[in-house]
């Protein structure tokens, strides 16, 4: 699936990016909202406007969570054990929401990283993403 460089490249991308996790992941979550309205409902009991704290601090939680499965890549299905079953059998997210929230990560990284995405980094992030979904997944099945 993933090659070991790009294994060390996507842990290092959201090493450099974990500062500003609050701000990256709410603006991922916002396109998601804008582009997506359907996954809004899952947020209706929250403040889900631009930069709101529970934007801030739930894009914080997700964007902590990727980087945190980045770390060691093969050990996904354990790290995200936890959120498997907070989302699959507490908060029952439609898994396809993941996939969704995927791709509108990978456009706020490319606008946050600029040059410095480049098509070697999407293409590992896109694997990696879509690694991730996956797994937060699983326990739908």
Not at 42 to 57: A, G, Q, T, V, W
Not at 97 to 111: E, G, I, R, Y
Not at 134 to 140: D, S, T
Request: hydrophobic letters at 45%; charged letters at 20%; glycine letters at 4%.
């Amino acid at each position: 699936m993933l090659s070991k460089k790009e294994k060390e490249l996507i842990a290092e991308i959201w090493d450099r990016l974990t500062p500003v996790a609050d701000d990256i992941g709410s603006e991922a979550l916002l396109r998601m909202f804008v582009i997506f309205p359907g996954s809004k409902t899952y947020f209706s009991h929250l403040n889900i406007s631009p930069r709101s704290p529970h934007m801030l601090s739930h894009g914080k939680k997700i964007v902590l969570a990727i980087a945190e499965g980045a770390k060691d890549i093969s050990q996904l299905m354990v790290t995200l054990a936890p959120l498997q079953t907070l989302h699959a059998y507490q908060l029952r997210i439609d898994p396809s929401n993941f996939k969704l929230f995927s791709h509108c990560m990978l456009v706020t990284l490319a606008c946050y990283m600029g040059e410095d995405f480049t098509p070697t980094a999407h293409a590992a992030m896109d694997k990696y993403l879509s690694a991730f979904s996956a797994v937060l997944a699983e326990k739908y099945r």
